[in-house]
C-alpha cells in the first residue's frame, strides 16, 4: 500500500521557469561527455566530465522562490527538534549544506537531458527516491514549478513533515506517496513513468541502481548525488546498473558549499527497460 498526498494545481504566474533559473545559472557546459555505452574505468580518473561552478545557486531564484525555501527551512529546522530529519540545525548550515547542494545538481540534469534525451527540459517527471525531509526533491519542485514531483519516503513521520512542507510552502506540482522503493517499482502507475529519477544520501550506488532505474521511462536518466571520488563506488555498481538496462552517461563535479567540498553527480541513461523481476523484494539485495 501507498499513501498519496496530491496539491491541486494553482498557476502561480510569478514563478520562474525552469528555462530562465537555467539561463541565470553560472555553469560551464560540459567539456567531455560519454556516450550511452560502458565507461572504461582504467582511464577514470579524478578529472571529471563536466564542472558546475556557483557562487550561490540560491540567488538565481526569483523572491517568491526564495520566500518559499527560507518557510521550508524554518519548518524543517522547527520539525528537527522532534523528529530526526537532519544533522544540521542552524539555518546557514542547512542552506549551505543542503539548499545550495540540492540546487546544484540542475544544470547537470539539464544538460544530460538535453544532449541525451531529445525532450524539453521544462517539463520533467521527477521522482525523488528516499526523499527524507525532501532533499532534493522539494527544492527542485520550487526551483523548477513546470516539473511535477514525486517524493518517495517510506517512513510515515517523514512523510507527515513533507505534506506539511508542501501545504505551507503552497506548492503545486509535488506528490508524496509513502511506500518502499522496491514495492513501488512493481506498481505499474509507477513503474517506468518518470523522465528522471534523483537520489541523494540514500545507499551505495549498486543498491541505487536497483531502487531507481525500475521507475525511469527508457531514454530517461538516473541521477545520484555522491562525493568527491565516486569512481570506486561506480565501477562496483556497474553490473546493477546494465543489469537494470542503463549505462553510467558521465559524472559531473558539482561546487558544493557543504564541509564536505567538491560533490559528484552520477548521471546514468536507460537504454532499454528493466527486466521484470527487478526491483527484488526488501531483503533480497
Sequence with gaps: MFYRCKILNVNFPSSMSVGTFVKHLPFSKPKTSFPPQRLNFKSLTTTTTCVTRSSSYFETLNSRQKDQIHLYVDALLQWNQKMNLTAVNEVNEVMQRHIEDSLAIIPPIQNSYISSCNNSFDNLRIVDVGSGAGLPGLVLAV??????????????????????????????????VRERAEKLGQDSNFRERFDV???RAVAEMKVLAEYCLPLVRVGGLFVAAKGHNPQDEVKSAERAT????????????????????????????????????????????
Design 143 to 176: 526551483a523548477c514549478p513546470g516539473w511535477e514531483v514525486t517524493l518517495v519516503e517510506s517512513m510515515n513521520k517523514r512523510c507527515l513533515f513533507l505534506e506539511h512542507a508542501v501545504s505551507l510552502i503552497g506548492l503545486s506540482n509535488v506528490q508524496v
Design 197 to 199: 529519477a534523483v537520489a
Design 242 to 285: 546494465n543489469l537494470m538496462g542503463a549505462s553510467v552517461l558521465q559524472l559531473c563535479s558539482v561546487e558544493s558549499h557543504s564541509p564536505h567540498g567538491q560533490r559528484t553527480a552520477i548521471i546514468c541513461l536507460k537504454n532499454r527497460p528493466t527486466p521484470r523481476k527487478y526491483p527484488r523484494d526488501p531483503g533480497l539485495f
